[in-house]
């Protein structure tokens, strides 16, 4: 009989301290993390900067983690906030009079939204169209 390679075992998932801690980190490093290459941003100190961002959040972590997952971690947010931006775009751009819900946003999200310098959308609560009301009839 063939005999089945052993499963991966599944690290736990990030907790909200361990995410908290990455963007607190990321927020530090900004520049060099997502700068184009340069003179001054280059590979190595990009590598660089995620090693420390490991080593801090390893230092406080429950389970360790990888330079590749952090990094992943932090693509998998990126990606998460965008689409709640476009979604919450769609909405707000819709036409008629349909009732508008801003999009379900942690505190996480909105600190991502911030780095990456989203523009979000917001309408007045209860607001009128006046663009037909300032028309005399005709």
């Not at 932090?74 to 801003?102: H, L």
């Amino acid at each position: 009989m063939s005999e089945e390679p052993p499963k991966k075992k599944r690290k736990q998932n990030f907790t909200v301290h361990e995410i908290e801690r990455l963007l607190e980190l990321i927020e530090k490093d900004y520049e060099v993390i997502s700068g184009k290459f340069s003179d001054i941003v280059t590979l190595k100190k990009k590598q660089e900067a995620w090693q420390e961002i490991c080593r801090k959040i390893n230092a406080t972590s429950p389970c360790l983690r990888t330079v590749d997952e952090i990094f992943k971690k932090w693509e998998d947010m990126k990606s998460k906030v965008k689409k709640k931006a476009n979604k919450e775009k769609q909405v707000y751009s819709k036409t008629g009079n349909t009732p508008r819900q801003a999009a379900d946003l942690s505190n996480a999200d909105q600190r991502v939204i911030d780095l990456l310098g989203i523009a979000r959308m917001f309408g007045i609560e209860g607001g009128v169209d006046t663009h037909t009301a300032d028309r005399p009839n005709d």
